[in-house]
């Protein structure tokens, strides 16, 4: 079943989320609420959607990268922003830790902000400790694209939004990214739109 993504403006998006106990993990109501997440998730073809998304506050999100989504990237981007497919798997109650604190800059979206992009700062790589959907402990370990999938889902579980982190002045339309935007390097975009202290970043 394809649930109702909340919008930016939704309270619930604005609000950090409960934990989740092992075994409400292991409820059916969790369970099928995983299930529906997948498959909205696929149909709305994210790449991570956290469960305020679905307007439940609670420290749950999916993530997967498919074979199918990156055979559309052009070679160069996925070697620049270090992106290669990421298995289906749930995240549930994780705790963020920074490994390296190099910072990259991309443009990301967000399903709760569908039409719109803007330059997100990441750090390069990061270690999460959670539970997977079977309320067992693991340890992640992420660089690259999937360090930023696991940041942007991890932001929405404490009820952020990309558009507090973003670069303001590279917020752009769908639209307006395909035609302006897409094919620049991070640097030159920078360059662009001007009045950038790049100091900030270290774009590749
Ligand atoms: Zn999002």
Redesign the pocket.
């Known amino acids: 079943m394809r649930l109702k993504l909340y919008q930016v403006g939704e309270p619930v998006l604005g609000q950090p989320a409960r934990e989740l106990t092992s075994d409400e993990i292991r409820s059916p109501s969790i369970q099928q609420l995983i299930e529906f997440m997948r498959e909205t998730m696929r149909d709305a073809r994210?790449v991570?959607?956290?469960a305020s998304?679905v307007g439940e506050s609670l420290q749950l999100a999916v993530i997967e990268d498919r074979e199918e989504a990156i055979a559309a990237v052009p070679a160069e981007m996925l070697v620049e922003r270090q992106r290669a497919p990421t298995p289906f798997h749930v995240i549930i109650n994780p705790r963020l830790t920074i490994t390296n604190s190099t910072v990259v800059a991309f443009f990301e979206?967000?399903?709760?902000?569908p039409s719109f992009h803007a330059i997100v700062p990441r750090a390069l790589e990061v270690r999460i400790n959670c539970l997977n959907e079977k309320a067992e402990s693991v340890v992640i370990n992420a660089s690259g694209w999937y360090a930023r999938i696991l940041q942007?889902?991890i932001?929405?579980l404490n009820g952020r939004?990309?558009v507090e982190r973003m670069e303001p002045r590279s917020f752009t339309t769908a639209d307006n990214y395909a035609r302006y935007w897409k094919d620049l390097s991070t640097n030159d975009v920078l360059e662009k739109i001007g009045g950038v202290d790049k100091r900030r970043y270290s774009v590749r």
Do not use: K, V
């Open positions: 994210g991570g959607l956290a998304q979206g967000c399903l709760s902000l942007h889902e932001d929405h939004l990309y």
